[in-house]
DNA sequence: CTGGACTGTCAACAACTGTTGGCCTACGAT
DNA sequence: ATCGTAGGCCAACAGTTGTTGACAGTCCAG
């Protein structure tokens, strides 16, 4: 589900001249979805903000739904597990999350659609699923034990991402980045790495 | 602002024959909240579900956001930061936490809002901040350490609560109580009470 | 130069939203 | 028994939403 056009021309990559406009609407879109969420962020003002008619936001990507979904195609890029040092884990693992939510919105948009829509926290799941769990297929002492603790990871990183970016609580944010790291880096390692308590 | 009447005769808080009403509008509404959020929770689906006229939420609670000030009435009942053991805040605060989250569906209607709405999120933020700070400044070493302690420590809670309740990934889902407990109680006492790192 | 496809605008639709006011009913004190 | 009042329902409002279709300018191949 890649975020391509919709006429689809048999499969020819081809540059259009209307390009420009499809991904002005992308970049509003994820803009507006990440600051109001899936229902608050109303075609018109996407359109609004990307300068052209709301028309063309269904021409190129069908309907909101086309849209989000084109918003939302997100990879987060982990590294190779077998690359990995299996005693720094958490610290590369929390620093990457880190770069992932400071980069830009998309892991916002995830968050804030993944609460609200039934849609948006199907996408989570998967993406934790697939992106999360090879990680800790491989670092894990028990292949049984992953799901588990790719499940604690999870909720560790998320819940910084929530309080830091998403509720913005006030010590959250103040927090420096190598702080964050210094005091999450052991609970992640924790959680993937330490034997069942 | 506490979930009372609103025509509000004087300061008596005699039993009124629409109370049965008044509840079973404050009930689905909570439900409502919970599972679509504030956006998609209309006033007509909630007085359906209560089994009476939209326009008597109106007259009842004002206007939409007045019911859902009125849901949004949160008491954590964290216990007396004096009373507890500091060895032991960890697994306590842990085990409070999901009993909060799984006797009803307040704290669900909180973080799904929280993260949408922004009022919602200040809501947050100021349940936080007055009800997690006292614990957090009574048992952690350097008063001036309590704010990030507390954000540290909401980071966790929220996280696991996102993960499991909200979100439902299901290896969360699955993992029994004590589990979660055993795994986030010493995560949670030592953002609380462990050495800077 | 001419045809057709592409890009864009405008206006309108139908559905749904929160909200309001009028009206009827039934209780409870007098 | 009566009468004020609170409880409840109905119909309608104005605004907004996603979505659609007709229409106009623009590009490029023939």
Redesign the interface.
């Known amino acids: 589900m890649s975020a391509k056009e919709f006429p689809a021309p048999a499969a020819a990559p081809a540059a259009r001249r209307s390009d420009t406009t499809r991904t002005a609407i992308l970049t509003a879109a994820r803009e507006r979805f990440a600051a109001?969420?899936y229902?608050?962020a109303t075609i018109r003002s996407i359109a609004k903000d990307a300068r052209i008619d709301p028309s063309m936001v269904m021409r190129y990507y069908g309907s909101k739904e086309g849209l989000f979904a084109a918003v939302l195609d997100v990879d987060l890029r982990l590294p190779d597990p077998d690359g990995l040092d299996p005693h720094e884990v958490g610290r590369t693992l929390v620093g990457h999350f880190l770069d992932l939510w400071e980069e830009n919105e998309v892991l916002t948009v995830l968050?804030?659609v993944?609460?609200?829509n039934p849609d948006g926290?199907a996408r989570?799941?998967a993406i934790?699923?697939d992106q999360l769990m090879p990680v800790a297929l491989r670092v894990c002492p028990d292949p049984e034990q992953a799901?588990?603790r790719?499940?604690?990871t999870?909720?560790?990183?998320?819940?910084?991402a929530?309080?830091?970016y998403?509720?913005?609580?006030?010590?959250?944010v103040?927090?420096p980045r190598e702080?964050v790291v210094?005091?999450?880096a052991?609970?992640v390692q924790?959680?993937l790495t330490a034997p069942h308590?």
């Open positions: 109001d969420g229902e608050r968050l804030r993944g609460v609200t926290a989570m799941q934790f699923r799901p588990a790719a499940a604690l999870s909720s560790q990183v998320l819940g910084m929530m309080a830091r998403v509720l913005r609580f006030p010590p959250a103040a927090l702080e210094a005091w999450l052991p609970t924790r959680y308590p």
